[in-house]
């Protein structure tokens, strides 16, 4: 089973909540709205998605829904092929959930982005491929320097607690102390949950693609960390199910 979580955007706090979940069994997918929804809807103003307009209900199709196919790079398109590779996606792999997992699916009409639950690896690690956050507000020597970057680099996380959009925000930095983006919001909560001096988190420089990839997709990067028998990612209630029914194949466990 392949889940990935939609998360929106509230365009005037810029607070992230996840809103649903899309789930695929090799043969169906499945979207369900989240407990995250909900406090979207109380505290800010969300609307439901257009094509699913019922909170309480379990949407199943054998095709990807258009929410999700729309936000992928098609292709037939001549520059599909830099695509890929921009996403670092290996050859004949670049199936449907693989590429909205590692693209993000963001779009500059609308407040959505999607991001995979993680599964532990082959040597039962945390394992996340992420694109650097937040380059747009960083200034022109952070560009510079990330031009600069080299594959299997490491990078630190600094907590910028007096940010006052979100005092949990984690800054990407150079060894040599240079801002060069932000780690997503929605893995900072299980990254604080994984980290300690025993066994501190790893984040790597994985790819720096060329100034002719979208700005979202300059810097990519990902994270490794033990993955503790307790640990279970997206554990938080917003993640979960509305429908305290739905079948337990599509249920965090």
């Not at 789930?23 to 499945?30: E, I, L, R």
């Not at 320097?145 to 005092?167: G, H, K, V």
């Not at 501190?200 to 002719?212: D, G, L, Q, T």
Request: hydrophobic content about 35%; aromatic content about 14%; some cysteine.
């Amino acid at each position: 089973m392949k889940t990935l979580f939609l998360a929106w955007q509230d365009p005037t706090t810029r607070a992230w909540l996840p809103v649903g979940r899309l789930t695929f069994d090799g043969k169906m997918y499945t979207f369900a709205y989240t407990q995250g929804a909900k406090e979207a809807q109380d505290k800010y103003d969300f609307n439901l998605v257009y094509s699913f307009p019922n909170l309480n209900k379990v949407y199943t199709s054998t095709e990807l829904f258009p929410l999700f196919y729309n936000r992928m790079m098609q292709s037939s398109r001549p520059d599909y092929k830099d695509y890929i590779q921009w996403l670092n996606i290996p050859k004949n792999e670049d199936d449907p959930i693989a590429i909205l997992s590692r693209s993000g699916g963001r779009k500059v009409t609308d407040h959505y982005e999607v991001f995979p639950c993680p599964e532990p690896d082959e040597n039962g690690l945390y394992y996340i491929h992420f694109f650097a956050h937040g380059l747009r507000h960083l200034p022109p020597s952070a560009t510079e320097r990330i031009n600069q970057l080299q594959n299997q680099e490491i990078l630190y996380l600094a907590n910028e607690f007096q940010n006052p959009y979100d005092n949990r925000a984690l800054l990407l930095c150079t060894e040599d102390h240079h801002i060069v983006g932000y780690c997503p919001r929605y893995i900072v909560d299980d990254v604080f949950k994984l980290n300690n001096h025993k066994k501190p988190i790893k984040v790597r420089v994985e790819r720096v693609n060329p100034v002719s990839a979208p700005l979202q997709l300059r810097l990519l990067c990902n994270i490794t960390a033990d993955w503790d028998d307790d640990f279970r990612p997206f554990s938080s209630q917003e993640y979960q199910p509305i429908l305290a029914d739905i079948p337990a194949e599509y249920a965090t466990t």
